[in-house]
């Protein structure tokens, strides 16, 4: 059982991108139907996502229908680490897939 969140504000993570399912209760990078770039569990519900932070003072989100098939999956967690220096932030060119869920 984890105590602490498996990712912590400022940690840096790796994304497997490989397209395999989506595997429900596991993390992945994600850009949500607003564009943003996101970190979260996911579990296939009945019509749709469940979108899920392992941070407790954020509540659950569903997306459903066409909002749900809008998510693009950037990749699956696979690592992520704590970095003790200051590190000059890029936005890294992404690769995304499109999948219907529903």
């Given at each position: 059982m984890r105590v602490s969140p498996l990712i912590r504000d400022g940690d840096l993570i790796l994304l497997n991108q490989h397209r395999g399912d989506l595997v429900s209760g596991e993390v992945y990078g994600l850009v949500d139907t607003e564009g943003d770039v996101?970190?979260?569990?996911?579990?296939?519900?009945?019509?749709?996502?469940?979108?899920?932070?392992?941070?407790?003072?954020?509540?659950?989100?569903?997306r459903s229908g066409e909002d749900a098939n809008r998510i693009r999956i950037i990749?699956?967690?696979?690592?992520?680490?704590?970095?003790?220096?200051?590190?000059?932030?890029?936005?890294?060119?992404?690769?995304?897939?499109?999948?219907?869920?529903i």
């Open positions: 996101r970190v979260k569990r996911l579990a296939k519900i009945e019509g749709g996502l469940l979108l899920q932070s392992d941070n407790t003072d954020h509540p659950p989100e569903t990749g699956r967690y696979a690592w992520s680490g704590h970095s003790h220096s200051p590190i000059i932030a890029r936005r890294p060119k992404r690769s995304t897939f499109q999948h219907d869920w």
